[in-house]
């Protein structure tokens, strides 16, 4: 049987047993590393990122480009979770009043007195969250399928400049 091919821009499910959900957990700097290059061209709404301080967690909610499912030209976005542990204090930078869409460029780890450190995810347009945390642990979980979409990685990497004094 043949399936009509999808419109360009129009959702298209790829099978999970292709391409299974990934679960992924960071408990030191290199597996953060891991972490941030499946997290490389997130896109998330400020609205979607929390801290729970009694919980001592950050957590945010994404759609997180799928660099394993996307071939060529064919873009593939999961919705996505990732959740980070330990955290004493959270700080933002170079945020509006806006609540635009957000495209993450990094997550980096600084270590500040072992095993207590800093990860700042930084995006696009220059916005920061710096996570104080007593140690590195984190978890990436993919939510749903892996589905097209027409927003392609960004072109430029552009780090922005520290943002907070120490």
Request: proline share 7%; hydrophobic share 40%.
């Amino acid at each position: 049987m043949n399936e009509a091919a999808p419109l360009a821009g129009q959702a298209q499910n790829v099978s999970p047993a292709v391409n299974p959900p990934l679960r992924l957990w960071a408990l030191d700097p290199e597996d953060l590393a891991t972490v941030a290059s499946h997290m490389q061209d997130a896109l998330l709404s400020p609205l979607n990122a929390v801290w729970l301080p009694k919980q001592r967690r950050f957590a945010l909610a994404c759609e997180r480009l799928d660099w394993i499912a996307s071939q060529g030209e064919q873009w593939m976005r999961r919705e996505s979770g990732l959740h980070f542990d330990h955290v004493v204090r959270v700080e933002r930078a170079g945020f509006g009043a806006s609540s635009k869409v957000l495209q993450l460029v990094e997550i980096k780890f600084s270590s500040t007195t072992a095993p207590e450190g800093l990860i700042d995810l930084a995006f696009r347009d220059g916005e920061t969250i710096r996570l104080h945390v007593e140690c590195v642990e984190a978890c990436l979980r993919d939510l749903g399928e892996a589905v097209s979409t027409n927003v392609p990685p960004m072109s430029q990497r552009r780090v922005p400049q520290d943002r907070f004094s120490r």
